[in-house]
Nanobody, 120 residues
Framework: QVQLVESGGGLVQPGGSLRLSCAAS????????MSWVRQAPGKGLEWVSD????????YYADSVKGRFTISRDNAKNTLYLQMNSLKPEDTALYYC?????????????WGQGTQVTVSS
């Protein structure tokens, strides 16, 4: 059964950096597009970034473009999100998710999430 486990969250000051990781197992990781999605306090889910199966194509929400970088290491079955120049509005629970259907662009599996808090 598919398993996704996020890590790397924590408390950071504005302008600081964090690197999130998502360890994938029990499926062929290198065959799937992957996403990062977040949920801020009192708000709905917000798409953050996508990456294709090989890692050569990436996509970002306007709110994080130029500050965040998505990447993957297929040999280690791990997805990453490097977050720089963090802002208080980046505070959220961050999830990694597998895109199970290219046609519908739906997320079929999610991790448990890792908390990112940006505060002075």
């Amino acid at each position: 059964q598919v398993q996704l486990v996020e890590s790397g969250g924590g408390l950071v000051q504005p302008g600081g950096s964090l690197r999130l990781s998502c360890a994938a197992s029990r499926f062929t990781f290198s065959s799937y597009y992957m996403s990062w999605v977040r949920q801020a306090p009192g708000k709905g889910l917000e798409w953050v970034s996508d990456i294709n199966s090989g890692g050569g194509s990436t996509y970002y929400a306007d709110s994080v473009k130029g500050r965040f970088t998505i990447s993957r290491d297929n040999a280690k079955n791990t997805l990453y999100l490097q977050m720089n120049s963090l802002k208080p509005e980046d505070t959220a629970l961050y999830y990694c998710a597998r895109i199970g259907s290219y046609y519908y662009h739906e997320y079929d599996y999610w991790g448990q999430g890792t908390q990112v808090t940006v505060s002075s």
